[in-house]
């Protein structure tokens, strides 16, 4: 029987081109296969001396322990949504009963793909730092390359888990309709998107409060170097740079990147029964195009190199010629791709000028993709050149330290929102492109499969463009165990080169991770009408009403279900839920920066008592206790990441019972317009004062110890829980209300239709 049902898989696609599917399923094997390969490498690097292996085990075990306790909460959670998913699918029977299933495997892969590249992280941190003995390309190598585990073991597990969901509901269950397969494929996103909340909530919160809590007594009290093996906070602050920067982000850019292609997929489904013919490929070209990207990251990821001696320009030239060659490629291989796979789902053989045989044809598909990629680099170009020491806005908030912390904060405040005009008005353009280039001036649906396929391409590469990311806090725990190992200036030197790309290229990845989470919510609102449509069918609503006609349910348009459910901004409840919407972001972010200022202040407290009570700590004659400092940031990250997490989960549930559809849509809509642009304020506000400390610190402006770098600290402290806990954090906000939106629409059309 199994073999019939392999047999059956490899032969049901009804066309040669059809087949391109498994281009997916390649793509996922390979990106898991050569993450392995990277991760074998790494562990047969020297991880140096007894005592750098040292530090890193007590930041290794530091970081199992609080993912340990994460993981037990977050069981809880899944849980009582299994139940309720449960109940809305067996009970209540408005939507497919294999949701709670799907949810399920999605929150597993998303936790299973930030725990390798956690795993991987602190493993590489001891070996970095003794490869920084020797030179700095072979330090920068086993760093990227440990961010590469973490990028291409997101995309592996991704691909897989959307090309094996595919076949099983295709296949072996039996579903035909895709509309419905592409809809209850969705629900796992959920599932990823509310593990990736937590875990970079509570990590970021975790990671916070330590860091906090090791400058402002460590630096500006003791005026002890940063990473001073004699801070008690030091390891809690290393462990943290793990459990918030590589798990949490991990998480986090897994359910961007799943979510893009399952939202376009969906659209795909809605064009494709529109236009009559066609529709498998629409489904499965994202997936195609997500394959292709996997194997181009990694071509990539072999091309990052550095010279002995190099400076931060050149290292960030180093990475960006490994993203923008995997960019390049992507450009070229998806123009093959979108000409044989949606050139004949597309084809209307018409003849007309030249624009009009571009839009609603595949190469207006391919150019929105193409612009989707484009806004992607500009996005990076813009964060580095706002965050990096080595331009202007970042080294004029360093000179603002001559005249203390408080006009070096207006100074990052202000640098912080002029940078949000790029990124807004890229994705802007980059929308309103993609909706004209694929025809949606012709007909909405496509112009909506356009911004999805724009979002897949700003994540096509993320194999490398994450491998970067997550390069950062690795380079961070390189230096911090190469300070408390007391190995020899030059190896620091090296070291604080790689952390200060690090600074850099982690706020180039919160951009990139904001501005694909902006285009891939508009794709997932959109996917919202379309589950709208399927809860109509399967409540028995064939026919809408829309004036004085009668429109079939699954003919209806997007402008239909506009008009059937009242969606105008005269309608005082899409304007209130616009309001609740434009509110969340600041609730949500005020909600974790006190959470992390509560956390902090502990974290100061025993931090003070320690150097109080054991005077031989500050001496060296006394080894300070880590173990509590590490467990002050688990207990307060667990304690105060539940309730932010719980609030977008809820929310949109609440908005859809009290103001139904409407007030669902003005509060998505709300919540993306103001999440993503105070997401990239808070994010690059963040790395610029973090970098403008860097700045001082190699010898500017007074360099370490002078009353600038004291105002240089303040600064950077009050924009860790900026750049690292509230901005990152409101990316999954958005998408996760709107997949939490999609996933409960059965249930709210049955509420206020039945």
Not at 15 to 40: H, Q, T
Not at 258 to 275: M, V, Y
Not at 322 to 348: D, E, H, M
Not at 397 to 418: D, F, N, P, R, V
Request: aromatic content about 10%; glycine content about 12%.
């Amino acid at each position: 029987m199994s073999h019939f049902l392999l047999i059956n898989a490899l032969t049901a696609f009804e066309k040669p081109v059809d087949n391109l599917f498994w281009i997916a399923p390649a793509g996922a094997a390979a990106a898991l296969m050569f993450a392995f390969i990277f991760y074998k490498r790494i562990m047969r690097s020297d991880p140096g001396t007894q005592t750098m292996q040292d530090i890193a085990r007590h930041v290794r075990v530091g970081a199992m322990a609080y993912m340990k306790q994460q993981y037990k909460i977050v069981a809880i959670f899944f849980l009582f949504a299994f139940v309720f998913f449960f109940i809305l699918s067996f009970v209540l029977k408005v939507q497919s009963k294999l949701v709670p299933f799907a949810f399920l495997s999605g929150g597993l892969f998303s936790a299973f793909a930030g725990f390798i590249g956690m795993h991987t992280a602190t493993l590489a941190s001891s070996r970095t730092a003794n490869k920084a003995r020797e030179n700095l390309d072979g330090a920068l190598k086993i760093a990227f390359r440990s961010g590469a585990v973490m990028g291409l073991t997101v995309v592996g597990l991704g691909l897989l888990d959307i090309s094996v969901w595919f076949i099983i509901l295709r296949l072996f269950v039996g579903m035909s309709d895709l509309s419905a397969i592409t809809v209850t494929m969705l629900s796992f996103g959920i599932g990823a998107s509310s593990q990736a909340l937590f875990a970079r909530v509570g990590g970021g919160i975790f990671t916070k409060a330590a860091d906090v809590g090791a400058d402002l007594v460590g630096k500006l009290e003791q005026n002890i170097p940063e990473d001073d093996p004699r801070n008690p906070a030091v390891i809690a602050d290393n462990v943290g740079d793990n459990v918030g920067d590589v798990a949490g982000m991990g998480a986090d850019l897994y359910e961007s990147y799943i979510a893009s292609i399952l939202a376009t997929a969906a659209l795909g489904a809605a064009a494709g029964a529109k236009l009559g013919h066609g529709q498998f490929l629409l489904v499965v070209a994202p997936m195609i195009v997500a394959g292709l990207g996997a194997f181009l990251s990694i071509a990539g990821i072999y091309t990052v190199r550095a010279k002995e001696g190099a400076s931060q320009k050149q290292l960030l030239n180093s990475l960006g010629f490994g993203v923008n060659l995997s960019s390049v490629l992507i450009a070229l291989f998806s123009l093959a791709v979108c000409y044989l796979v949606l050139g004949p789902a597309l084809s209307s053989g018409s003849s007309q000028g030249f624009l009009s045989r571009i839009i609603g044809n595949w190469p207006g598909v391919w150019l929105s993709m193409l612009s989707g990629l484009l806004t992607g680099i500009i996005i990076g170009k813009s964060t580095e050149f706002f965050t990096s020491s080595d331009y202007g806005p970042t080294q004029n908030i360093a000179k603002q330290a001559s005249t203390g912390a408080a006009t070096l904060i207006i100074e990052g405040i202000g640098t912080g929102m002029l940078s949000t005009f790029v990124p807004v008005l890229s994705v802007s353009l980059a929308t309103l492109l993609s909706y004209w280039l694929s025809g949606g001036f012709q007909s909405a649906a496509f112009g909506l499969y356009g911004i999805g396929f724009a979002a897949v391409g700003m994540l096509s590469t993320l194999g490398i463009t994450l491998a970067t990311d997550a390069y950062g806090p690795i380079a961070d725990n390189a230096g911090g165990n190469a300070q408390m190992s007391g190995l020899p200036p030059e190896v620091r030197e090296r070291t604080n080169v790689l952390d200060a790309l690090g600074n850099t290229t982690a706020a180039t990845g919160k951009g990139f991770a904001i501005g694909s989470a902006a285009l891939t919510a508009l794709a997932l609102i959109a996917a919202y009408v379309e589950e709208l449509r399927v809860s109509l069918i399967r409540a028995g609503q064939t026919f809408i009403q829309i004036g004085q006609s009668s429109v079939e349910t699954a003919a209806a348009s997007f402008s239909d279900f506009m008009t059937y459910f009242n969606v105008n901004l005269m309608n005082p409840v899409v304007m209130i839920g616009l309001f609740i919407g434009a509110m969340l972001p600041f609730v949500f972010a005020a909600l974790t920066m006190k959470a992390v200022g509560r956390a902090a202040k502990a974290m100061v407290m025993e931090v003070r008592k320690q150097f109080s009570e054991k005077k031989g700590i500050l001496e060296g004659t006394e080894e300070p206790d880590y173990a509590s400092c590490v467990q002050i940031s688990t207990k307060g990250a667990q304690r105060e990441m539940i309730f932010p997490s719980l609030l977008a989960i809820i929310t949109p549930i609440l908005a859809g019972l009290v103001f139904g559809v409407p007030g669902v849509i003005g509060l998505l809509t709300g919540s993306l317009v103001t999440g993503f642009t105070l997401a990239i304020f808070m994010a690059n506000a963040g790395g610029a004062w973090d970098n403008a400390k860097k700045f001082i610190e190699e010898g500017n402006l007074g360099g370490k110890g002078s009353e600038a770098h004291k105002a240089a600290v303040v600064g950077d402290t009050v924009g860790d829980p900026f750049k690292d806990t509230s901005g990152p954090s409101l990316n999954i906000l958005i998408k996760l209300m709107s997949m939490v939106s999609v996933v409960v629409a059965g249930f709210i059309i049955a509420y206020h239709f039945l």
